[in-house]
C-alpha cells in the first residue's frame, strides 16, 4: 500500500512540474491610484524569456524594465476619469487581457473558492482552475484534498 502511495505522490509532482512548464503571464496586484502621477499600477509576472509588450488603447499605460505598469510620465487619474481600461500584455505567442481599475473602491480581497472554475468551465480543485485563480489576480485559492 506505501509503494502505491508513494507512486501516486510521485506521478502527481511530475503532472505538476509538466503543468507548471507552460507560460504564465499575469499581473499582480493591479490597481491604479488616483492624482499619482506615473503610479506604478502592477508587476508584471512571467515564466517566459521573451520580451513583454502591452497594448493600450488609452495610451496611458507603459511597461517598464523591471516589469512594472505604470502611468506615462506625466499622466494621472482622477475621481472623474473612467473606472477602468483594458490593456493586453503579449510575450511571444502567449497574449492576456487585464482590465486595471482606479484604486477608489477595490481593498476586499478575493479569495478562489476550489479554484476560479466557474466562467472558464473548469472543474473544481483542478490545476486549471487553481492556474487561472492566479491570472485573474486572486489573493489566494481554498482547494478541497482527498486521499
Not at 79 to 95: F, R, T, V, W
Not at 115 to 138: P, Q, T, Y
Request: aromatic share 8%; proline share 2%.
Amino acid at each position: 500500500m506505501k509503494k502505491v502511495i508513494l507512486l501516486f505522490v510521485l506521478l502527481s509532482v511530475c503532472f505538476i512540474h509538466t503543468y507548471s512548464q507552460n507560460q504564465l503571464l499575469v499581473l499582480d496586484n493591479y490597481t491604479i491610484p488616483l492624482n499619482n502621477k506615473g503610479a506604478v499600477v502592477g508587476k508584471v509576472i512571467s515564466t517566459g524569456n521573451e520580451k513583454i509588450t502591452l497594448k493600450d488603447p488609452s495610451g496611458l499605460f507603459e511597461i517598464d524594465k523591471e516589469k512594472n505598469i505604470k502611468l506615462k510620465k506625466g499622466k494621472q487619474l482622477t475621481a472623474n476619469s473612467p473606472i477602468s481600461y483594458k490593456i493586453i500584455l503579449k510575450e511571444g505567442k502567449n497574449e492576456k487581457s487585464f482590465e486595471l481599475v482606479k484604486d477608489e473602491f477595490l481593498h476586499n480581497k478575493v479569495i478562489a473558492h476550489r479554484g476560479a472554475w466557474k466562467d472558464r468551465d473548469f472543474s473544481h480543485n483542478s490545476m486549471s482552475s487553481l492556474k487561472h485563480a492566479v491570472e485573474i489576480g486572486c489573493e489566494g485559492s481554498e482547494l478541497d484534498v482527498w486521499m
